[in-house]
Protein backbone atom coordinates (compact mmCIF):
# COMPACT_ATOMS: atom_id res chain seq x y z
CA UNK A 1 0.00 0.00 0.00
CA UNK A 2 3.05 2.57 0.20
CA UNK A 3 3.56 3.02 -2.86
CA UNK A 4 -0.03 4.47 -3.53
CA UNK A 5 0.36 6.60 -1.30
CA UNK A 6 1.51 10.41 -0.94
CA UNK A 7 4.36 11.77 0.69
CA UNK A 8 4.23 11.11 4.01
CA UNK A 9 3.72 14.21 7.45
CA UNK A 10 2.16 12.58 10.62
CA UNK A 11 0.04 14.64 11.73
CA UNK A 12 -0.39 16.59 15.27
CA UNK A 13 -3.67 16.51 16.30
CA UNK A 14 -3.41 19.88 18.05
CA UNK A 15 -2.38 21.70 15.54
CA UNK A 16 -3.96 19.57 12.36
CA UNK A 17 -6.76 21.66 10.57
CA UNK A 18 -10.07 20.05 11.52
CA UNK A 19 -12.68 19.20 8.89
CA UNK A 20 -14.91 22.61 8.40
CA UNK A 21 -18.47 19.97 8.52
CA UNK A 22 -20.04 17.34 10.13
CA UNK A 23 -20.09 15.82 6.71
CA UNK A 24 -16.41 15.95 5.64
CA UNK A 25 -15.77 14.95 9.07
CA UNK A 26 -17.75 11.78 8.54
CA UNK A 27 -16.48 11.47 5.18
CA UNK A 28 -13.38 11.67 6.29
CA UNK A 29 -13.89 9.00 9.08
CA UNK A 30 -15.34 6.73 6.61
CA UNK A 31 -12.09 6.50 4.77
CA UNK A 32 -9.99 6.19 7.72
CA UNK A 33 -12.03 3.16 8.45
CA UNK A 34 -12.56 1.76 5.01
CA UNK A 35 -8.45 1.93 4.44
CA UNK A 36 -7.75 0.78 7.45
CA UNK A 37 -9.88 -2.26 6.94
CA UNK A 38 -7.70 -2.80 3.24
CA UNK A 39 -4.30 -2.35 5.14
CA UNK A 40 -6.02 -4.89 8.02
CA UNK A 41 -6.93 -7.66 5.00
CA UNK A 42 -3.18 -6.72 3.35
CA UNK A 43 -1.62 -7.94 7.20
CA UNK A 44 -3.69 -10.53 7.69
CA UNK A 45 -2.88 -12.35 4.68
CA UNK A 46 1.24 -11.45 4.68
CA UNK A 47 0.65 -13.46 8.27
CA UNK A 48 -1.16 -16.62 6.55
CA UNK A 49 1.37 -16.64 4.10
CA UNK A 50 4.31 -16.38 5.86
CA UNK A 51 2.52 -19.00 8.71
CA UNK A 52 1.81 -21.19 5.39
CA UNK A 53 5.70 -20.91 4.64
CA UNK A 54 7.31 -22.01 7.59
CA UNK A 55 4.64 -24.77 8.20
CA UNK A 56 5.25 -25.84 4.76
CA UNK A 57 9.49 -25.41 5.33
CA UNK A 58 9.17 -28.73 7.29
CA UNK A 59 9.05 -31.52 5.56
CA UNK A 60 7.26 -33.41 7.38
CA UNK A 61 4.75 -30.67 6.33
CA UNK A 62 5.22 -30.73 3.15
CA UNK A 63 1.94 -32.41 2.00
CA UNK A 64 0.05 -31.51 4.74
CA UNK A 65 -2.66 -28.99 3.85
CA UNK A 66 -3.67 -26.24 6.38
CA UNK A 67 -6.91 -26.11 8.53
CA UNK A 68 -9.46 -24.15 5.60
CA UNK A 69 -10.63 -20.54 7.16
CA UNK A 70 -14.13 -19.45 6.13
CA UNK A 71 -14.94 -16.26 4.85
CA UNK A 72 -16.72 -15.27 7.25
CA UNK A 73 -13.69 -16.10 9.64
CA UNK A 74 -11.78 -14.08 8.03
CA UNK A 75 -13.60 -11.38 8.12
CA UNK A 76 -14.44 -11.29 11.44
CA UNK A 77 -10.34 -11.48 12.08
CA UNK A 78 -10.34 -8.02 9.64
CA UNK A 79 -12.79 -6.15 11.44
CA UNK A 80 -10.93 -7.44 15.26
CA UNK A 81 -7.50 -5.58 13.61
CA UNK A 82 -8.95 -2.98 11.83
CA UNK A 83 -10.93 -1.87 15.15
CA UNK A 84 -7.79 -2.37 16.50
CA UNK A 85 -5.49 -0.54 14.80
CA UNK A 86 -7.87 2.89 14.75
CA UNK A 87 -7.67 2.41 18.84
CA UNK A 88 -3.70 1.79 18.17
CA UNK A 89 -3.23 4.75 16.07
CA UNK A 90 -5.58 7.38 18.46
CA UNK A 91 -2.82 6.28 21.16
CA UNK A 92 0.21 6.92 19.09
CA UNK A 93 -1.05 10.05 18.03
CA UNK A 94 -1.43 11.28 21.51
CA UNK A 95 0.80 13.93 22.81
CA UNK A 96 2.69 14.86 26.00
CA UNK A 97 1.36 18.00 26.66
CA UNK A 98 -1.98 18.19 25.23
CA UNK A 99 -5.28 16.73 25.24
CA UNK A 100 -7.22 15.40 21.77
CA UNK A 101 -9.22 18.23 20.31
CA UNK A 102 -12.60 17.52 20.45
CA UNK A 103 -12.95 17.42 16.49
CA UNK A 104 -10.05 14.43 16.68
CA UNK A 105 -11.72 12.43 19.33
CA UNK A 106 -15.09 12.76 17.28
CA UNK A 107 -13.39 11.73 13.98
CA UNK A 108 -11.97 8.77 15.75
CA UNK A 109 -15.46 7.60 17.00
CA UNK A 110 -17.19 8.25 14.08
CA UNK A 111 -14.18 5.89 12.36
CA UNK A 112 -14.87 3.24 14.98
CA UNK A 113 -18.52 3.70 14.54
CA UNK A 114 -18.20 3.15 10.79
CA UNK A 115 -16.42 0.23 10.96
CA UNK A 116 -19.76 -1.65 12.30
CA UNK A 117 -21.40 -1.18 8.75
CA UNK A 118 -18.31 -1.96 7.37
CA UNK A 119 -18.10 -5.06 9.38
CA UNK A 120 -20.75 -6.27 11.82
CA UNK A 121 -19.21 -8.75 13.76
CA UNK A 122 -17.26 -8.40 16.23
CA UNK A 123 -18.79 -4.75 17.66
CA UNK A 124 -16.28 -2.32 17.76
CA UNK A 125 -17.56 -2.29 21.34
CA UNK A 126 -16.01 -5.77 22.12
CA UNK A 127 -13.22 -5.74 20.55
CA UNK A 128 -11.95 -1.80 22.16
CA UNK A 129 -13.12 -4.56 25.73
CA UNK A 130 -10.97 -7.13 24.12
CA UNK A 131 -7.90 -4.83 24.14
CA UNK A 132 -6.98 -2.43 26.75
CA UNK A 133 -4.12 -0.91 25.35
CA UNK A 134 -3.65 1.18 29.42
CA UNK A 135 -2.28 -1.53 29.95
CA UNK A 136 0.93 -1.44 27.35
CA UNK A 137 1.20 -1.70 23.19
CA UNK A 138 3.13 -4.74 23.37
CA UNK A 139 0.79 -6.74 25.71
CA UNK A 140 -2.25 -6.41 23.63
CA UNK A 141 0.06 -6.83 20.58
CA UNK A 142 0.83 -10.18 21.85
CA UNK A 143 -2.84 -10.88 22.68
CA UNK A 144 -3.99 -9.92 19.41
CA UNK A 145 -1.75 -12.02 17.66
CA UNK A 146 -2.92 -15.41 19.74
CA UNK A 147 -6.46 -14.53 18.95
CA UNK A 148 -5.62 -14.06 15.75
CA UNK A 149 -3.62 -17.28 15.35
CA UNK A 150 -6.35 -18.94 17.20
CA UNK A 151 -9.35 -17.52 14.61
CA UNK A 152 -7.21 -18.32 11.51
CA UNK A 153 -6.71 -21.65 12.77
CA UNK A 154 -2.68 -20.82 12.09
CA UNK A 155 -1.80 -21.57 16.23
CA UNK A 156 0.11 -25.26 15.15
CA UNK A 157 1.95 -23.82 12.25
CA UNK A 158 5.54 -22.73 13.85
CA UNK A 159 6.61 -22.13 17.13
CA UNK A 160 6.35 -18.45 16.80
CA UNK A 161 3.02 -18.35 14.60
CA UNK A 162 0.86 -17.49 17.48
CA UNK A 163 3.46 -14.04 18.15
CA UNK A 164 4.15 -13.05 14.54
CA UNK A 165 1.55 -11.09 13.81
CA UNK A 166 2.01 -8.97 16.53
CA UNK A 167 5.36 -7.52 15.29
CA UNK A 168 3.93 -6.78 11.88
CA UNK A 169 1.07 -4.83 13.21
CA UNK A 170 3.92 -3.28 16.14
CA UNK A 171 6.46 -2.85 13.10
CA UNK A 172 3.44 -0.93 10.92
CA UNK A 173 3.14 2.12 12.87
CA UNK A 174 4.44 4.67 10.15
CA UNK A 175 1.77 2.93 7.67
CA UNK A 176 -1.04 3.60 10.69
CA UNK A 177 0.56 7.54 10.68
CA UNK A 178 0.24 8.12 6.84
CA UNK A 179 -3.33 6.73 7.08
CA UNK A 180 -4.40 9.21 9.74
CA UNK A 181 -2.49 11.60 8.02
CA UNK A 182 -3.91 11.51 4.25
CA UNK A 183 -7.38 10.88 6.19
CA UNK A 184 -7.15 14.75 7.32
CA UNK A 185 -4.98 16.38 5.10
CA UNK A 186 -6.30 15.12 1.03
CA UNK A 187 -9.25 16.14 -0.51
CA UNK A 188 -12.14 14.02 -0.38
CA UNK A 189 -11.75 13.78 -4.03
CA UNK A 190 -8.23 12.43 -3.50
CA UNK A 191 -9.80 10.22 -0.72
CA UNK A 192 -11.71 9.10 -3.20
CA UNK A 193 -9.11 8.12 -5.46
CA UNK A 194 -6.99 6.38 -3.18
CA UNK A 195 -10.03 4.10 -2.15
CA UNK A 196 -11.01 3.17 -5.98
CA UNK A 197 -6.98 2.15 -7.02
CA UNK A 198 -6.40 0.61 -3.70
CA UNK A 199 -9.29 -1.42 -4.57
CA UNK A 200 -8.81 -1.72 -8.18
CA UNK A 201 -12.41 -0.18 -8.95
CA UNK A 202 -12.33 2.19 -11.78
CA UNK A 203 -12.21 5.96 -10.66
Known amino acids: MDSQLPAFQKIVPSQ ?90 IFILQSIGLSDKLYAIPSATEVGDKYPLSEGVEMACQLLSMNMAHKLKLGATAPAASLHLASLVQNNERVRAELMSLSLTETIESLDNIIHESSGMPS
Open 16 to 105: AKPPATERESAERALFFATINGMESTRLLREYMNVCEQEFHANEANKNVPLPEVTQEEFAEAVKELLCFSIWLALYEHAEAQADPPEWFK
